[in-house]
Nanobody, 121 residues
Framework: QVQLVESGGGLVQAGGSLRLSCAAS????????MGWFRQAPGKEREFVAF????????GYADSVMGRFTISRDGDKNTVFLQMDSLKPEDTAVYYC??????????????WGQGTQVTVSS
């Protein structure tokens, strides 16, 4: 059974930093991409960032470019999202996701349960 388990969310003041982690298990993710989506109250879920698990490709939403950095530990099927210069509008539930390459992030095969990130002004 595939599992994506997120950790690292919490409450931070505007301008601060948080680091999210997502540990994947249950299958080989070599031909997959993994990444992050987020959903704020009353809004649709939106893409944040992705990384190719067996390559060097990454991608970011315009809203987080230059502030967020995605990285991976391929040996451990773990991805990280370093979030700096956080803004109140970054407040959301952050979901880890995985999908096959090509296709991701449009196509998602697996979702985590989400971790809350709250940025106070």
């Amino acid at each position: 059974q595939v599992q994506l388990v997120e950790s690292g969310g919490g409450l931070v003041q505007a301008g601060g930093s948080l680091r999210l982690s997502c540990a994947a298990s249950g299958r080989t993710f070599r031909r997959y991409a993994m990444g992050w989506f987020r959903q704020a109250p009353g809004k649709e879920r939106e893409f944040v960032a992705f990384i190719i698990m067996s390559g060097t490709g990454t991608g970011y939403a315009d809203s987080v470019m230059g502030r967020f950095t995605i990285s991976r530990d391929g040996d451990k099927n773990t991805v990280f999202l370093q979030m700096d210069s956080l803004k109140p509008e970054d407040t959301a539930v952050y979901y880890c996701a995985a999908g096959q390459v090509p296709g991701f992030p449009t196509g998602v095969d697996y979702w985590g349960q989400g971790t809350q990130v709250t940025v106070s002004s």
